[in-house]
């Protein structure tokens, strides 16, 4: 099989780099990559929304399979447009896409299906909004209906400042105005192949900029798998309650496709409910619990593509994994590109896995930073603990000018262990 993977985050060079060890690849494309899929594979310097000079690419090399990582160019229809020319295209169709593209189509979705969700109401009028809100007391969401990078969402008590966060919205979009929840988000991905899907162990995902999960939204900072608090009673009614509705309702309404399935939720002491739906591998869980499948990746890729995910049961992997991500000083907020990252040692994987996220290779051979995120750094263990001090280990060695992490990744869920 040839593979392009399309994406220069850190999820897509763990992709690669996952794909790289299966024994069916005879091609590996990352377009256009970093620094790190650049010694996995060929770096092809093609813009993920230029479907066209995608296309040229893979009848130019001979590729059939392409997965899709970033969320833009799935919401712009690149699985439609691939598919017509016989391409086999991992993600949802354009209109599978809208259930993580459009707030407001997901929201109405659930609710169809009576999946347990935040109340929400939905806002097109700058004055409605403002009188919804000013009558309203507590911790309140307000979330843009569009894409918006996790950066769409405020939570908080101040009227004045939801209001205006949502004001900033209706300049160019509609908005939900949803009930605060109060609990623990996990990340769940389920793999399809448009009639079977295989759920994988739990992940959580540190979504904010600051330690103890405080400070503005970020894409994530940290992620682990699996979750020590999802035990087979929580896993069931999540299932029952919020999975198998979830598929019901997308074969039903033909939102049904070959992809994976993201639920972020939000563990309240009601139960489960549905945050959102992303239809692709969530950044940064992937690097996380990507290490821990004990399959050959090929194989199932190959699955999900040709419908026989049936035939495939993963083996439980008794690791656990922590990922901590290094990101460039000011982000989430504006931050510089192009700083020079110190050469990094070699480690051995057992150790440590180091995945590089948009940095490129300049022409002397250095790594440069070029986003926001800039690494994510995996350890693995028996145990959260020492996972987490064997990716805190390896951190070190990500050095570049104003390269900071948080502190506390996974911490939270260290309380059971240590007990
Ligand atoms: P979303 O893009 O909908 O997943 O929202 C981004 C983040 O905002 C989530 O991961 C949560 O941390 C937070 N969030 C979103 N909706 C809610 C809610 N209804 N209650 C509490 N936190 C929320
Ligand atoms: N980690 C959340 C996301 O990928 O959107």
């Known amino acids: 099989m040839k593979v392009l993977i399309i994406g220069s985050g850190a999820r897509e060079h763990a992709i690669a780099w996952k794909l790289n060890k299966s024994n069916l690849i005879s091609g590996l494309y990352i377009a256009p990559g970093n620094a790190g899929t650049d010694a996995l594979g060929t770096n092809l310097p093609i813009n993920p929304m230029d479907f066209d000079e995608i296309k040229k690419a893979c009848r130019e090399n001979g590729i ?58 939905e806002f097109d009028d700058k004055k409605k909004l403002k009188k919804y809100i000013t009558e309203k007391n507590g911790k309140w969401v307000v979330k843009k209906n569009g894409l918006a990078a996790g950066k769409g969402v405020l939570e908080s008590e101040n009227k004045a400042e939801l209001i205006s966060f949502g004001m900033n919205i209706l300049k160019n979009d509609t908005l939900l105005v949803e009930e605060f929840l109060e609990g623990y988000e996990i990340s769940l991905f389920a793999l399809s192949d448009g009639k079977n899907y295989l759920v994988l162990p739990p992940c959580s995902d540190f979504k904010k900029a600051k330690e103890g999960d405080t400070g503005p ?3 994530g900072m940290g992620s682990i798998c699996p979750v020590p608090w999802v035990d087979s009673e929580l896993n069931k009614k999540i299932i029952d309650e919020i999975v198998v509705p979830t598929f019901n309702g997308m074969n039903r309404e033909g939102l049904n496709y070959k992809g994976v399935l993201f ?19 969530g950044d940064p ?13 090929g194989n199932l890729l190959e699955a999900m593509m040709e419908g026989t995910l049936d035939m495939i049961s993963l083996k439980e992997n ?32 057992e150790k440590a896995l180091i995945f590089h996220a948009s940095t490129v290779l300049d022409k002397n051979g250095d790594v440069l930073t070029g986003g926001g995120r800039c690494f994510s750094v995996v350890g693995m263990d028996e145990d959260l603990i020492t996972a987490a001090s064997r990716a805190y280990n390896a951190v070190q060695f990500i050095q570049f000018d104003g390269a900071w992490c948080r502190k506390d990744i996974a911490k939270k869920f260290f309380v059971d262990e240590e007990s």
């Open 64 to 121: 059939q399979y392409v997965i899709v990582g970033p969320e833009d160019p799935l919401s712009a229809g690149i699985v439609d447009d691939l598919s017509a020319e016989g391409l086999k295209v991992l993600g949802p169709h354009r209109d599978a896409a809208k259930l993580e593209s459009s707030k407001t189509f997901s929201k109405q979705f659930m609710k169809r299906y009576n999946i347990p969700t935040a109340e929400a109401v």
């Open 217 to 219: 939204n970020t894409g």
């Open 263 to 281: 639920f972020g939720l939000m563990i309240t002491e009601k139960g489960p409910k549905v945050l959102e739906y992303n239809v692709r591998f």
């Open 285 to 297: 869980e992937t690097q996380a619990f990507l290490p821990l499948i004990d399959a050959d990746f």
């Open 318 to 349: 008794p690791l656990s994994s922590v990922c901590v991500v290094v990101a460039s000083q000011g982000y989430p907020a504006s931050y510089k590109k192009g700083v020079k990252v110190k050469p990094i040692p070699e480690i051995s994987e």
